[in-house]
């Protein structure tokens, strides 16, 4: 199993910046990758970013150029600093991990995050 806990969210003006964190802990030994989802009210959820076990990253692009997913592997957390927000980043952010066991595929998510930028 894999816990995840995100922090780091808030209420911020359009044009402030943010930086989410998420902190894994138990069975992180072989996990494949971790991202970074939101869903808005009426929304469907969607990935923001995404970064591998090798470091390769992937952006929404919505957020190209404004957001940046990294990892600190000494303490097992990833961060995405989000900047130059907009009203329409208003969302709850969600940590997910994901690891491969053969055919199938295990999913871990965190609690989510409230994040809401004021015009």
């Known amino acids: 199993q894999v816990q995840l806990v995100e922090s780091g969210g808030g209420l911020v003006q359009a044009g402030g910046s943010l930086r989410l964190s998420c902190a894994a802990s138990?069975?992180?030994?072989?996990?494949?990758?971790m991202d970074w989802y939101r869903q808005a009210p009426g929304k469907q959820r969607e990935v923001v970013a995404t970064i591998t076990s090798g470091g390769t990253t992937h952006y929404a692009d919505s957020v190209k150029g404004r957001f940046t997913i990294s990892s600190d592997n000494a303490r097992n957390t990833v961060y995405l600093q989000m900047n130059s927000l907009k009203p329409e980043d208003t969302a709850v952010y969600s940590c997910?991990?994901?690891?491969?066991?053969?055919?199938?595929?295990?999913?871990?998510w965190g609690q989510g995050t409230q994040v809401t930028v004021s015009s």
């Open positions: 138990g069975s992180i030994f072989s996990i494949n990758g």
């Open positions: 997910h991990s994901w690891r491969f066991r053969g055919l199938t595929r295990d999913d871990y």
